[in-house]
């Protein structure tokens, strides 16, 4: 007999999924066996909490392009998963997750486990909730998620009844009330209409130092924003999420904008007078040009992005890679170019100064210097995670990506403990190539050390074994401690940010891993050689300095007087005289 159980998973299959990541419950007992009868053909991988199987669903979803697949029991299996459809929310990735329900007769009664599941579930799958209350709606529903999930780019979710899911699947009758529905999507081709295109082209070709802002939107148009970027003689910068998708070795391109951004792109930014935003809905507002400042165009998919960020002139909504070729068509090659010569003399003041921090020897290691080393060695075909913390700041300024090699990170929800997650869907996803994960102590003790499990219980089976964690381990939640020091011009509280002892590289070889150990500046290199080439996944324990300044780029005096007078509560004379070095390193290249 197929039950319900087994025509939910093999309509998923039918939308082409071959892994679904989650976590065992009796309130998905069935879908368990469905799936057990499919082991073949359908891929379970079980993850060490739900959180983290909804966390690799979302990377799923970003490495891939794919719908990422969740699967959790009733009540707190459904209620762990929340962060990780979150994080796909708020980055904009398909995701759909199914869960399971106490049976319908003990609905609303209070039952053990029992939480009103699309009550929790409504806002962060706010495109779509159904709740499969019968055999006979099982296409309509689940078809209804995948193609929400497509269609918006967001998570939806499927809840089922534990007895539903039981229940035999009856043939479909050509009846009333009875919806037939189709496991088909398609996507359109979306462009700006014309008098848009013409007058967003006035705009940039009226410009004399224009900037452009990338996105993750941007995402298919690499070679167009290039070529729109020479076009006008304009300067490039990226969000965080827009990073992989610029070719950050070009003269012209600025690295990445925002408070863990870097001078060039703070330069860019203040000095432009035109604007062009390409698939970007970067939340640092402040980084932006000021408002007046700079005559604006966006380019976004969605319509309901356009000026949500900065007061555009002109908004296009339309498919980045055709728009910007549309627009190329009514663009004119910018033959003076003063700004551009400018550009460049940034982007080589930036580069001369990111090459001073990270040269710069501490004690314990600089975490600037371990990322910069990377940059030398990164495969050309590796896939690359990040966790939250301080790593995402030295991820931004100091690691040079090779064109083509994809990097994810929790960006918009900024939840710790991705790095991970996002590593394992990227490898499952792409077993025949190496996977860098970058992660700091506080996201290891919040759940990576028991993701590192999932990795050991997994890497046998992968065509390339090659699984880089690294850890940069200063015993301190880094990110949090400049914050306050920053934002409130408080000193360090130990009580809340001191992360506790923990051995790193050990804990990896008692796993069957490999974990080495490093303390100083010259063990870096050979460290990154030793685990890219590696027969087994390797984990970099780098003891660190917890305070190198966290400087925003061009900071604000106002700001830095708030971290001097935290600091000095603190008697941080070694840590003043860092932030001291690096204002100095900014003013001396502004001088030059």
């Known amino acids: 007999m197929r039950n319900v159980a087994d025509g939910i998973i093999e309509r998923a299959q039918a939308w082409g999924v071959q892994r679904i990541f989650g976590y065992a419950g009796d309130g998905v007992d069935p879908l368990l066996g469905a799936l057990r009868r499919r082991e073949d053909q359908i891929e379970l991988i079980t993850a060490r909490h739900e959180e983290m199987a909804a966390f690799m669903a979302t990377g799923h979803a970003k490495y891939t392009g794919e719908v990422g697949v969740c699967l959790a029991t009733q009540g707190p299996g459904a209620v762990h998963l929340l962060t990780g459809l979150y994080d796909a929310k708020l980055d904009g990735k398909p995701v759909v997750a199914i869960v399971g329900h106490v049976v319908t007769t003990a609905l609303g009664s209070g039952y053990q486990q029992e939480v009103e599941l699309p009550t929790l579930l409504k806002d962060v799958c706010s495109s779509y909730v159904g709740e499969l209350v019968s055999p006979e709606q099982l296409d309509q529903v689940v078809d209804d998620a995948f193609r929400t999930a497509l269609a918006t780019s967001s998570p939806t979710c499927i809840i089922v009844p534990h007895d539903i899911q039981q229940a035999e699947l009856p043939e479909m009758e050509h009846a009333h009330g009875i919806v037939p529905s189709a496991p088909v999507t398609a996507a359109p081709r979306v462009l700006p209409r014309e008098e848009d295109l013409d007058r967003a082209a006035e705009v940039l070709s009226a410009g004399e130092r224009v900037a452009l802002l990338v996105g993750q939107g941007a995402q298919h148009a690499t070679a167009e924003v290039q070529e729109i970027a020479e076009r006008l003689g304009a300067g490039v910068t990226t969000s965080l999420l827009g990073k992989p998708f610029v070719d950050e070795s070009l003269p012209y391109v600025c690295g990445t904008m925002g408070h863990l951004g870097t001078t060039a792109s703070a330069d860019l930014l203040a000095g432009c007078d035109t604007l062009l935003i390409v698939g970007s809905n970067d939340p640092w507002t402040e980084f932006y040009p000021a408002p007046g400042q700079a005559r604006a165009v966006q380019i976004d998919l969605s319509a309901a992005q356009l000026g949500r960020k900065y007061p555009i002139e002109v908004g296009l909504a339309g498919d980045a890679s055709e728009t910007l070729h549309a627009l190329l068509q009514r663009l004119e090659p910018a033959t003076d170019r003063p700004w551009r010569g400018e550009v460049e003399e940034m982007v080589r003041t930036w580069r001369r100064i990111r090459a001073e921090r990270s040269a710069e020897v501490t004690e314990p290691m600089n975490p600037q210097s371990v990322i910069a080393a990377l940059s030398e060695q990164l495969p050309a075909e590796a896939q690359v995670s990040v966790d939250v913390g301080s790593v995402v700041y030295w991820y931004a300024r100091h690691l040079e990506l090779p064109p083509g090699v994809p990097a994810h990170l929790s960006s918009t929800l900024a939840s710790m403990g991705s790095g ?171 001088r030059r």
């Open 420 to 590: 991970l997650p996002y590593g394992l869907a990227a490898k499952f996803a792409a077993p025949d190539r190496p996977v860098v994960a970058l992660c700091g102590d506080g996201a290891m003790q919040m759940n990576g050390n028991s993701e590192l499990i999932t990795l050991a219980h997994h890497w046998r089976s992968w065509d390339d074994p090659r699984f880089v964690v690294l850890v940069l381990h200063n015993r301190d939640l880094a990110e949090v401690s400049w914050e306050q020091r920053e934002m409130e011009g408080e000193p360090r509280f130990p009580t809340s940010q001191e992360v506790p002892w923990f051995p790193y590289a050990e804990y990896a070889r008692l796993l069957g891993l490999e974990g080495i150990r490093i303390e100083r500046a010259e063990q870096i290199g050979e460290a990154w050689q030793q685990a890219l080439s590696a027969e087994r996944p390797m984990l970099i324990e780098a003891v660190v300095d917890p305070n190198t300044p966290l400087l925003p780029p061009r900071a604000p005096q106002e700001k830095v007087e708030k971290m001097f007078s935290a600091l000095a509560q603190e008697d941080a004379d070694a840590t003043i005289t860092a932030l001291r070095r690096q204002r100095e390193q900014e003013a001396h290249d502004d």
